[in-house]
């Protein structure tokens, strides 16, 4: 663990910065971002969109909260695409919506499965809410994250 010195009211304050933990987590989100431009991700409602927007991602994000039934939502979703990424919370709703939802779309998001199980071992022992990554990556890592940073 390095130091980072940060302002606050005109004096200077060392604050912790787990430089090694939030540069996995950029990793990962920048795969996932690069992912995204070809498939959609879907999360369970509008905070966690609107989370990955303020991350930078720009690729297609479906919200799972739209009105409909799981099982309505998965045959749009399955008419539509061939591939998806599931991108549900960590706590005990977002793991039984991963749960039901992933039975109802089986074959297409599997590959993809190790991108959210990263994120909820990097991220678990703060948060397990999607919509709460940009601000634990600012706290750890000192800066806030914009993916489109790292494009080739």
Request: with cysteine.
């Amino acid at each position: 663990m390095s130091l980072h010195k940060k302002q606050i009211r005109n004096k200077k304050e060392f604050v912790p910065v787990d430089w090694e933990r939030a540069e996995k987590i950029r990793e990962v989100l920048h795969y996932l971002y690069e992912i995204n431009k070809l498939v959609p991700i879907i999360v369970e409602g509008k905070k966690d969109k609107k989370a990955l927007r303020d991350l930078g991602f720009d690729g297609e994000i479906i919200t799972l909260h739209s009105g409909k039934s799981i099982y309505e939502f998965a045959e749009t979703i399955a008419n539509k695409y061939e591939k998806i990424i599931l991108l549900f919370d960590w706590d005990s709703k977002g793991e039984e919506l991963y749960s039901k939802v992933g039975e109802e779309l089986q074959g297409m998001w599997e590959e993809f499965a190790s991108i959210r199980e990263l994120l909820k071992l990097l991220c678990q022992k703060e948060i397990a809410e999607v919509e709460d990554i940009p601000s634990l990556f600012k706290r750890i890592a000192g800066y806030s994250l914009d993916v489109r940073q790292w494009e080739e």
